[in-house]
């Protein structure tokens, strides 16, 4: 059959993990990517977005142009912000009117049953993985009681705020660990997930309002994940961060992170940080932090290329973390001073073979438990 | 332990009280007089035995630490700093100016270029948005700035700039903002101006006999006060709007009566609320004879800021509340409300406080294309040209300037001011090149005025201040 080509709209860095995706790349026969010029990626390379390498698709602004070579537009989340109404609407009409499928992986709650009609009128195909119309296969129940316990190895993937390539870490551990021929089943971070081939973070978790039946009906989410696709490994990542970083980004206060660590126990967990110049004892606070609040004993850490803006931090206080993208070579120098202060394995997950390196690490602590006999 | 290293504190006296700064953690504390005189005896290793001492140590005060090497560490991350996140770009749309500012430093008083005809081409200028944009695609938002000379003399290419940067920039939010003499910001300009995000700095110096003492006009030299003011007053009338988006600055000549300048303010409250009033001191930087403050001067202005302290701590209840007065003690606020804090203890390779990074934060352009780190540095030291739009940055020389404290770096290891200074290279510019001579006479203010700031927060805080007062007398 055929392959589709594929134009993402507006293409940014939250797309990034995604079109670095070995599977996603070989769903489609040719990528296009376009974005909004003030962002400051047009005409350049996608891998500008993230600072790894080089990714081999120009990023372009003539959404118009390349609409006449493409089957399907995706109409992207992003980490910058965007008028929906200037900066969207009319590229989605545009796409419609030229008769190409749409995916929406950005919410548009108010516009999706016009646009939803427009499609139909047209005979183009609408999907949309933020919306009802992607089916959750569970359904959650205020009437469970108590938690059971897992009996496939859950790797937990927690990041101290949100941009620190977390997401990517879901995707190339997965791949990592399937091409080692196993059968991984991942929770990811973002709501549409699906789109990738696995779960989003549970809606639920955001609609129930009592706290212990969002636990519960966390733990059933994952016995169902467990029985339903009988996986060798379960992928938990965690959105966004687990602890306040000031009193306005306050992370959920780390609540969910928590409420998802009572549900179930981790055998094994990574840990993403910002880049930093860390010390010994900085390491040290935060896997203590993570170890008495969470519960969780972290096996590898992730140094995400990516630092907090300080000065934007400090002088205009945003609602959220700011950040600066760091250049790989930079990166490795770092990463290596980062390995002199701590006794946890360190790595980047820009850095070529590094997500391997953590797959074969969790490989190994989970087959030392395998040693002693399980029954 | 023994040790011969003296910790990293500054001992101070005020009033009958004994204090020390303790640079690593950023806090003062008080003291009894033979704890002072054992910290200030030439003898490091006598401390050791008292009791209050060895307290404070196991609390991790007293260290010894300080930096081993002067080493900024965004040095390492120019490239990224510079190449994903500029904030902002300021157009020279023009070297010529209406004006003929005594103090100004286009004016032939300073180190740096004078008035003349060069004017920003359209195609410069839009390399230069070009060239912000595709600098800064981790900034959340960006700002294009207009200066001059005076740049109104050349709207119709700040309405052109503004108008390609909104098509160019879309997605992003971009702000502008421009620094006039006001006296072309007449009825017809504002019109033209309205609608832009535009934030408008004005210079006004006072009231008239104070304003139009420095500021005159090139044609005739006449002062410049009345047209200023009436066309600041009719444009708030026509357009009130436009007054959220209007700030002033005021240059304040220290040879002239503080008392004019506070009675001004006073008695144009409609004239001044809602917007910002940022007052700063001629400045003595690059400057070939240095302008000094007079007596009667120093006298009033400090008795304003007394009278201003009286009425924060509620022991008056009428004071000169001004924004001027107000933003005299914005260090002194700043280091009340963060108290509390604990931070990191200073690194290794670590550098004083003072310079950001060249360029990142206020990147000028001049008429010819050249990038300087802000407008605030001499358009004619070699130093301070740090690339051009067509050759980009010289990061080397970029690198030089951000570490600026390698000047003076054993001084800079045991200065008490370490974290509190505010020393870039354009103070430590002597024209030509970065020098340690003209950065030392810089460092005796930093630390003048640091150990003012100390002995004015124990004063605050011997009177009874607490954090509440600061809010109630801000708000």
Redesign the interface.
Known sequence: MKKENVLIY?YDSQFTPMLRDKGFRERYDQVFIS???????CGKDAS??D?GDLIGITVSQEFEQMLGEVDTVIFAETD???SFKN?ILPKVTAAIEAGKNVIFLMKITEQFHTIREQCIHKGVQFTSYRESNIEEAYQPAVSVQEIEDCRTPILALIGLAEYTNKFKLELELKAAFEDMGYRVSVVGSRPYCEFMGFHSFPTFMNELTNESDKILNYNKYIMHIEATEEPDLIIIAVPGGFMRYNNKITNDFGITAYEIFQAVVPDTAVLSLFHE?YTSEYIEGILNSIKYKLGLDIDAINIANR?I?W??MVS?Q?GQV??????LD?MRKSTAECRLVTSIPVFNTMEKGDNEKIANLIIDKLSEAELALNF | MLTEIKPLIHTFKNMSQFYFFDVNKNKIINIDEETYRALNDPDPTLIEGIPVIRKLQSQGYLSVNRAQEIKH?NG??L???LG??L?KIILQVTQNCNFRCNYCVYSGSYVNRVHNNKRMDFAVARKGIDFL??????????DIGFYGGEPLLEIDLIIQCMDYAIQ???????SFSLTTNGSLLNETNAKKLLGYNLRITVSLDGPQEVHDKNRTFASNGCGTFNTVYNNIKRIVQKYPSIKQNLSFSMVIDPTAQFSCLDEFIGSEEEFFNESSVIGSFISNAYRNEEVRFSENFIGEWEYSRFKYLLFVLGKVSKANNSQLIRSSYREHFDYVSKSHRNIAPI?KADHHSGP?VPG??RLFMSTDAFFYPCERVSETSDIMRIGSIEEGFYFDKIEELLNVGKLTEDNCKDCFAFRNCKICASLSDDGTKLSRETKLKACQDVRYNLEEVLKDVVTLKECGLKKEMIQKAMS
């Open positions: 507006p974005s909004l010029p003030g962002w400051g990626l500008y977005t600072g910058n912000s965007y900066n110049r630092q803006d000065i934007e205009s945003p700011s950040t600066l993208t760091l250049n930079f | 560490a390492e991350i490239e990224e700093l994903y996140n904030k944009i595709a600098h800064s695609k981790d900034a959340q938002e960006i160019v920039a879309e997605g992003k939010n971009v690194a950001c990142q934060i």
